[in-house]
């Protein structure tokens, strides 16, 4: 039994070091600098196609259930924002602003929102209007989600999964071979709604989503009150929003800290 262990082990570093594996630099670094490397063992036209899959059925689920853009007149206030961010998503990636983004609610009372890869939105009832959010807040919400489909946050955290099941599995996971559109969409699924994102996940897309806001004319500094918000909303614990690391309190003291950077990007889009 060690011996086969062994040799998985050495067939993953093996694997690792071919060309299946791919380091690669997702975005542009914009004014706030985000210039990390990721590591990729699944190419983006996969995780987009299984992405693709997992938001059409998490709208029929809505739909069905008569709760897919209910509120009409929330779900065009989202798509409106959405609209003004869109565009600014090209400083980060020049193909960005092209994708097919599609803009969604979903009635709940949860407070929560997510971007899967590809631009493909979805905005809970519950966190606006619980938290009574201003336009302001909501842009840094949607940026802060687009942020993580910007940096193909899902294909790096696919990719990291199968890194993790190469060393039991074998090689030919590494590839993607045997993946259908289907299986990838029950990953994409698992990424999004189960498995929270990295410490350094949820800073990036703090910080790109902060610049995002400016850049299309929203104050930043409702990105700091919308955290504040989502805090103080449930006092036995953070809201599923805030979940992840860093703690609550590090991303506000953060994000306060990068305000004055991007200022100025806000004051230009103003005049």
Not at 189 to 206: C, G, I, K, M, W
Request: glycine fraction near 6%; aromatic fraction near 4%; include cysteine.
């Amino acid at each position: 039994m060690r011996g086969r262990h062994l040799t998985l082990a050495l067939l993953a570093t093996a694997a690792l070091g071919t060309s299946a594996c791919q380091t690669v630099q997702t975005t542009a670094p914009g004014a706030v600098g985000i210039e990390r490397k990721q590591r990729m063992l699944i190419s983006e036209e996969q995780v987009e196609a299984g992405a693709q899959e997992a938001y059409a059925q998490e709208k029929a689920k809505a739909q069905q259930q008569g709760k897919l853009n209910s509120n009409s007149a929330l779900t065009s206030r989202v798509r409106n924002v959405a609209q003004r961010l869109i565009p600014q998503t090209g400083v980060f990636r020049s193909d960005a602003p092209n994708w097919e983004w599609e803009v969604n609610t979903l009635t709940t009372d949860d407070l929560n929102a997510y971007c899967m890869p590809g631009g493909k939105i979805m905005v809970y009832t519950g966190l606006v209007e619980k938290l009574k959010l201003s336009d302001a807040e909501l842009a840094a919400v949607l940026g802060h989600e687009m942020a993580h489909a910007l940096r193909e946050h899902s294909r790096e955290r696919i990719s990291r999964a199968y890194a993790q099941q190469l060393a039991l599995a074998g090689v030919a996971l590494v590839t993607g071979a045997g993946q259908n559109v289907v299986d990838l969409a029950n990953m994409v699924a698992s990424v999004t709604f189960q498995l929270p994102h990295s410490r350094e996940q949820e800073s990036e897309a703090d910080i790109m989503g902060l610049e995002l806001m400016a850049r299309a004319g929203y104050d930043p500094n409702a990105a700091v009150s919308v955290w504040k918000k989502m805090l103080q909303a449930n006092s036995s614990g953070p809201p599923e929003f805030l979940s992840t690391h860093p703690s609550p309190q590090t991303r506000i003291q953060d994000l306060q800290a990068l305000v004055p950077k991007v200022m100025p990007l806000y004051e230009r889009a103003k005049s």
